[in-house]
């Protein structure tokens, strides 16, 4: 699909379309109450071949698609005979260990329908609050979507605590879309059509909110309160609008229950709530690099880098003459000319150890040096933020541009 910066269309400003149509990345979240039939325990199959129709849709006009999905301990508990009774934390471990299969199986039948492939990836709170394991994650889906699949992403139940697990879906499709910088995420649930000022079940003048461009604390008081076998509520639904909004990421909170869910929200046939980000991922990704990270070491480029650098290149181990200090992959480094001005920031590919032996050897080079195949970039375009000399003030003045 191209770079992050390839795939961005008309800006908000210029383009009258919805979020939804403008994405060219999009997450959707399917709630455990909203695949799975309470009464038999088993998946809304018919429903899910709907959705998978939309995802195939999507994917003919060029959008790409990643799915974070709940359900498996709501599949597991008929199998296991444990339907109909509160579970303990090893029981709803066990209930997610049965009904995994079940799960994956189903958005693979549905998909397959359409000659798409998928691939079941399992994650936990750590997985994306650890830097090292967040690019593992990230680069997997990335090269995924790269190649065509739709990842179906979920909690992984199994060996998640009650201390460390995401208890809802909610958040992890936030960090999900954070982490592939998703334009759009789309909140699936059973019957939630959005936001309200009110909880419309109990408050007959409740308002519903179509549009909401800031999250202040009057908009966090509206909150509910989870409902059924789903555990995220609309304080879960917040909460992942704030990390969205953060990472230049729309966000809907959409009703699910009809078939065709994506293609009612496209054509504007049901009722939602989107939380509007201000920036792109791109612009909210590279402001989050020049004013919120403190850089960890320094790269010293030659002349020819810093040429490419400003007709906005990725730099390449070739360009750099001179490690300074120590980072990990993934921290945030000062990019300098040779007499010390700094001319960029960015997030390094490889931690200074491995850099030390890449600098100024061409990209085939990487693996032979290493033992093996990195990326070619030691920074990526899309991981840089140009910078006036004189520092990180102007930094964050350029990114704010």
């Not at 770079?3 to 979240?29: F, M």
């Not at 799915?67 to 008929?78: D, E, F, M, N, Q």
């Amino acid at each position: 699909m191209g770079t992050i910066d390839e795939r961005r269309g008309l800006s908000a400003a210029t383009d009258s379309r919805s979020p939804l149509e403008r994405a060219r990345r999009v997450v959707v979240k399917v709630g455990s109450a909203l695949l799975v039939d309470e009464d038999s325990g088993n998946v809304r199959a018919a429903w899910l071949q709907t959705l998978a129709d939309d995802v195939a849709v999507l994917r003919a006009r060029g959008t790409e698609v990643v799915i974070v999905t709940s359900g498996a301990i709501a599949l597991g508990r008929t199998p296991l005979g444990l339907k109909g009774k509160a579970l303990r934390l090893e029981e709803k471990q066990a209930a997610a260990a049965a009904g995994q299969a079940t799960l994956i199986h189903a958005y693979q039948d549905a998909l397959g329908r359409h000659g798409v492939n998928v691939a079941q990836i399992l994650l936990t709170l750590g997985d994306s609050e650890a830097r090292r394991r967040f690019l593992n994650a990230s680069n997997t889906l990335e090269t995924l979507l790269k190649l065509g699949v739709v990842p179906i992403v979920n909690e992984n139940d199994t060996i998640a605590t009650q201390e460390i697990r995401y208890g809802d879906n909610d958040r992890l499709a936030a960090r999900i879309a954070q982490m592939i910088s998703a334009d759009a995420l789309v909140l699936f649930s059973l019957d939630i059509d959005g936001l309200y000022t009110a909880d419309p079940t109990s408050d007959p003048e409740a308002k519903h909110i179509p549009v909401v461009a800031e999250i202040d604390e009057t908009i966090a008081r509206m909150a509910g309160k989870p409902k059924g076998h789903g555990s995220g509520g609309m304080v879960t639904k917040l909460l992942a609008a704030q990390i969205c909004m953060g990472a230049g990421c729309n966000m809907a909170i959409a009703p699910g229950r009809a078939y065709n869910p994506l293609k009612a929200l496209l054509t504007g046939d049901v009722r939602c709530t989107w939380f509007v980000a201000a920036d792109e991922p791109v612009a909210a990704r590279k402001r989050w690099i020049a004013g919120s990270l403190a850089p960890k070491g320094a790269l010293i480029v030659d002349s020819g880098a810093v040429d490419a650098l400003h007709h906005g290149k990725s730099l390449l181990p070739a360009g750099v003459t001179a490690i300074e200090g120590r980072f990990d992959r993934g921290d945030a480094v000062l990019v300098k000319d040779a007499e010390g001005h700094e001319l960029a920031r960015g997030l390094s590919a490889y931690a200074s150890k491995d850099a030390r032996l890449i600098v100024g050897h061409r990209t085939g080079d990487i693996e032979g040096l290493l033992g093996y195949r990195g990326r070619n970039e030691i920074i990526h375009r899309n991981d840089l933020v140009l910078t006036r000399v004189g520092g990180a003030a102007e930094a964050r003045e350029e990114a704010g541009s």
